[in-house]
């Protein structure tokens, strides 16, 4: 997916995980993306570190997520699909280990329009604990005379170790297709735009245990577009595609491309000799980044491998240092089109 980083304080106004290669994250993206790929199972792993260098002692951001999705539940509708996906996520930052598990329940439901164009939409259900280490923590109180004692009192007010609470969010996409004719022709055309809402219930965050201002997550908006078009009688496609979030008085731009280069195409009819691409580009998250990025479809497996160059005001902090991102995805069914990258929105 997608979305900054996270920021924590005590009672906690907080941004979303990201991931930089966010069509690589379908569900923290959107919603309605669910089930909205070329197969009929996808399951997906995604991993990221930033900043452990910067931070010391390996106390950077990590964060690790999976999903697995069924494309449609529902055998005998021909006019459209209804999917599901289970997802999870747990992100960990700092020394106090500030940590996040996520899992959620998704739904989509896609309407073919005609045979070029797909509407869906999907609602998602989940359930997030946040936990914090707050032993060994120093605070300026337990500095007595300049000394450091740890039986000292903080001064602090009693807070606990941990909080959860139910997260709902929702979304909606369209996707329009022209096919290409032939197996050599590559002029095909795919475009894919999408809306989505999550934290539509601004859960309250406390490690106090209270509620009021302050405290509740903020809803976080989120634009998103891709398309892919084929250059004609060539094995070469660009990949455009760009977000935009809002989360309170947060918000980031994330856009780039990818060139993808078929190294193999799969077979247009019957599907038995399986396709195999490789892309690769760069993409700029406005004031914060730039990032290059490698994929590589093979078969019914994807892999891909992406690095954060920091380049905003931080940069002094971190020489440069960036997040260091894989993904890896297996498709069950039809995984290939033959036409490269990015087939979360290839039919």
């Known amino acids: 997916m997608f979305i900054g980083m996270i920021a924590y304080c005590m009672p906690a106004r907080a941004q979303d995980i990201h991931f930089s290669q966010f069509y690589e994250s379908p569900l923290t993206l959107n919603p309605a993306l669910c089930g909205n790929f070329n197969g009929i199972v996808e399951a997906e792993a995604n991993y990221r570190t930033q900043w452990a260098g910067a931070m010391g002692s390996g106390d950077g951001y990590r964060t690790i997520a999976a999903d697995v999705q069924y494309q449609n539940l529902g055998k005998d509708w021909k006019h459209g699909f209804l999917s599901a996906g289970l997802s999870f996520f747990n992100d960990k930052s700092g020394s106090v280990q500030i940590a996040m598990n996520q899992v959620n329940l998704t739904l989509a439901s896609g309407i073919f329009l005609n045979r070029r164009s797909l509407v869906t939409a999907g609602l998602?259900?989940?359930?997030?604990?946040?936990?914090?280490?707050?032993?060994g923590i120093p605070w300026d109180e337990q500095y007595i005379n300049g000394v450091y004692d740890p039986n000292a009192g903080s001064g602090e007010p009693s807070m606990g170790n941990s909080f959860s609470y139910l997260d709902f969010s929702a979304g909606m996409a369209y996707t329009y297709i022209i096919k290409q004719p032939t197996i050599s022709s590559n002029d095909h055309f795919k475009l894919n735009l999408g809306l989505a809402v999550f934290h539509v219930n601004e859960p309250d965050m406390s490690y106090y245990g209270s509620s009021g201002p302050g405290t509740p997550l903020y809803m976080r908006y989120v634009l998103h577009g891709s398309a892919d078009y084929g250059i004609p009688n060539t094995p070469l496609s660009i990949q455009p595609a760009l977000i935009y979030f809002r989360q309170g008085p947060s918000q980031e731009i994330n856009a780039g491309a990818m060139v993808s280069y078929v190294l193999k195409q799969q077979s247009q009819y019957t599907g038995n000799n399986k396709g195999s691409s490789i892309a690769f580009g760069?993409?700029?998250?406005?004031?914060?980044?730039?990032?290059?990025?490698?994929?590589?479809?093979?078969?019914?497996?994807?892999?891909?491998?992406?690095?954060?160059?920091?380049?905003?005001?931080?940069?002094?902090?971190?020489?440069?240092?960036?997040?260091?991102?894989?993904?890896?995805?297996?498709?069950?069914?039809?995984?290939?089109?033959?036409?490269?990258a990015n087939s979360h929105t290839m039919f």
């Open 124 to 135: 998602q259900a989940g359930w997030s604990q946040h936990s914090i280490d707050l032993q």
């Open 282 to 340: 760069a993409f700029y998250r406005w004031n914060d980044a730039a990032i290059l990025m490698l994929q590589m479809d093979l078969v019914s497996y994807s892999f891909g491998i992406s690095y954060d160059i920091n380049v905003s005001g931080f940069t002094p902090a971190t020489s440069g240092e960036g997040a260091f991102e894989i993904s890896l995805k297996y498709i069950l069914g039809s995984p290939l089109n033959g036409v490269g």
